[in-house]
């Protein structure tokens, strides 16, 4: 939530700092602003709205001189979207600017502090009282005014920093809000994501939480909590600018839908060596693994669906049980967790608020804890004992796709694997399961292929409320399906287990009423098929997905979607993409805005 930018070097700061932000604009996008240092004062330029109207409003940035400047886009946690709430926000004397990504649990008491002193808030947000402290903790020592300001500031903050008595410098803070530091040549910087980095350079810093940076053109500092100088690894980012464009697409959506099969290929391949699956850095033992009599996976929104798909797969092929639990329910849930359960924890982002407090609620109580991760260098990749990232690259689009199927993937591999290492698969069929899961982005590419008729049918389905039904796993692809639905195309869609339906919902099924029916589960396909005929003797209008060379469902079905056949521990990783696909030209018919949903942002990061 927020994306935050900072440059400093010999070039004109604005128009860097505006293209920053359009990389970080997924991030949020309800207000937008930048500070550019310029003759001793700090022009601060903010709107409320999109990029483009800053854009509009700076002359691309050309209005804004200088060479040293702060950057933010906004999702509003305190304070309705307007210009005033926007960032930067200004010190009363104007001699600091800040932007901030995160929140301030006790601004009010801080406010009321500062109030009583005499400051004089503009906004209703909880960053304006940050940067009054940084006026009133000021002493002529910029650093140590910043570190004071951090001491007394609970919550989560990434921190850009802007002050005219150091008009060359930059200051940066982190607590647990993502700030990542671009060493560039002759010029430095930092940003909320490294997407807004690539650009300029692929050298970067992770800050952790509790750091601080200083940068100028030529140098750059990282201090700790104490104000000891340390010395930070330098990391190479391993993707290209191209990974975070559009490429030709209309829609990032639409993109990562189709860097599917590559991106699953990507989370597969680096794992298997000869016909065997090796975890990156780490091993889990049978012993280990035999201590273990529960696992937990948790997460949230489509991360958790990915769990509540990846928990099949681990129950049928290891016969330990599996919960998926919603992390936001799980960290007050005084959960049944010890040093017996296996956590995984899964995130695209690694920077989910309620996610990282559910794996921390799970780590005080002796469990271990395995991340399954997207962005490198994340808070949740940082505090798992070990991280299984999924390598999809950056996703920009707000409505997760290729985020989802590599999660799905890595929970394939480490079922594998632990059933494995359990003795519960006998070679033949350890070898067999590898050989299906090496076939998943070649059968990713045909289905993509086979759905290209889907905006056609998505325009004779997505015109009301939908209900999407399945049976176990294809019930977990039904979640997901429902949530891209809504998400995007804001069209009212319920996820029903098929079993479930007569115990209520069923009264809600009219004449022309759409239906989703996944049936890929072929245990079950003829359980649900018996509800499709249910709901279509109430008037339902059906549209299902099942197996390529699946007759029957054809003479019950008014459509039917296929995916290529596959064993059905895999099926959850085929059937979301049609579903994915048919959220997708459902939201472009109805004009939505696809890669940023409204009231939506990509990166979770508060409560
Ligand atoms: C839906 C979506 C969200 C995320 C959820 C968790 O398309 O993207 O539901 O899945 O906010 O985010 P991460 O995976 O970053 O923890």
Not at 200 to 220: F, W
Not at 254 to 266: C, D, S, Y
Not at 398 to 413: D, E, N, P, R, S
Not at 580 to 599: H, M, R
């Amino acid at each position: 939530m927020c994306g935050i930018v900072g440059f400093t070097g010999a070039r004109s700061a604005a128009p860097i700092l505006l293209k920053g932000l359009r990389q970080l604009e997924y991030r949020g996008y309800d207000s937008a602003g930048i500070a550019v240092l310029a003759g001793g004062a700090i022009d601060v330029e903010k709107v409320s709205g999109r990029i483009a109207k800053l854009c509009e409003k700076t002359r691309d940035g050309a209005a804004v001189p200088g060479v040293t400047g702060i950057g933010h886009t906004r999702w509003a946690t305190h304070g309705a979207p307007t210009d005033t709430n926007a960032h930067p926000h200004l010190s009363n004397d104007g001699r600091f600017a800040i932007v901030h990504n995160g929140i301030i649990e006790n601004y009010l008491a801080l406010r009321e502090e500062l109030i009583a002193d005499g400051y004089v808030f503009e906004s209703e947000t909880d960053t304006e009282t940050i940067v009054h402290l940084l006026e009133f903790n000021y002493d002529g020592d910029i650093k140590a005014a910043v570190m004071k300001t951090a001491a007394r500031l609970e919550g989560s903050y990434a921190l850009g920093i802007l002050c005219t008595d150091a008009p060359d410098t930059l200051y940066a803070v982190r607590e647990s809000s993502p700030l990542i530091l671009g060493i560039g040549v002759g010029e430095n910087y930092f940003a909320s994501d490294v997407t807004a980095l690539v650009a300029h350079t692929k050298n970067v810093i992770y800050l952790e939480d509790g750091e601080m940076a200083e940068l100028t053109s030529a140098s750059i500092r990282v201090y700790d909590c104490t104000g000891q100088e340390i010395k930070k690894p330098v990391s190479r980012v391993t993707w290209n600018v191209e990974a975070a464009e559009k490429g030709g697409y209309e829609h990032f959506m639409l993109k990562e839908i189709m860097e599917q099969p590559g991106a699953v290929k990507a989370a597969l391949v680096p794992r298997l060596h000869e016909g065997r699956i090796r975890l990156d850095d780490f091993e889990l033992s049978a012993e280990e693994l035999r201590g273990i009599n529960k696992i937990i996976i948790t997460a949230c929104g489509s991360a958790y669906y990915a769990g509540c798909s990846g928990r099949y797969a681990i129950e049928r092929l290891c016969r330990i049980p599996v919960q998926a639990e919603l992390a936001s329910e799980l960290r007050y849930g005084d959960p049944m967790v010890d040093e017996h359960t296996l956590v995984l924890v899964i995130s695209q982002s690694g920077e989910t608020a309620d996610t990282i407090a559910a794996l921390k609620e799970c780590r005080s109580r002796g469990a271990k804890i395995i991340g399954i991760v997207n962005v490198v260098g994340s808070t949740i990749a940082k505090l798992a004992d070990h991280t299984l990232y999924t390598w999809a690259g950056p996703e920009i689009a707000v409505a997760t796709t290729k985020g989802y199927t590599t999660q799905l993937a890595v929970l394939y591999l480490l079922a594998i694997y632990i059933a494995e290492r359990l003795g519960r698969l006998d070679e033949k069929d350890y070898a067999a399961l590898i050989k299906k899961l090496m076939q998943l982005p070649k059968l990713l590419q045909e289905t993509i292929d086979m759905n290209y008729l889907l905006p056609t049918v998505a325009s004779r389905y997505a015109s009301q409320s939908l209900f999407f039904i399945g049976r176990n796993t294809d019930y977990a692809v039904a979640l997901e399906g429902a949530l891209k639905m809504k998400e995007i195309s804001y069209l009212h869609a319920e996820s029903y287990a098929a079993g479930e339906l007569k115990h209520g919902t069923i009264a809600l099924i009219d004449e022309g009423q759409p239906v989703i029916a996944v049936c890929c589960n072929e245990a079950l396909a003829d359980k649900t098929l018996s509800n499709i005929v249910e709901v279509k003797a109430r008037g339902a209008k059906v549209l299902a997905l099942a197996f390529r060379g699946n007759t029957r469902i054809v003479s019950q079905a008014d459509d039917v979607i296929f995916i290529p056949r596959i064993d059905t521990i895999f099926s959850a990783i085929l059937a979301v993409v049609p579903l994915q696909l048919l959220a997708y030209y459902a939201a472009k018919e109805k004009g939505c805005d696809i890669d940023k949903p409204k009231n939506l942002a990509k990166s979770v990061t508060v409560e």
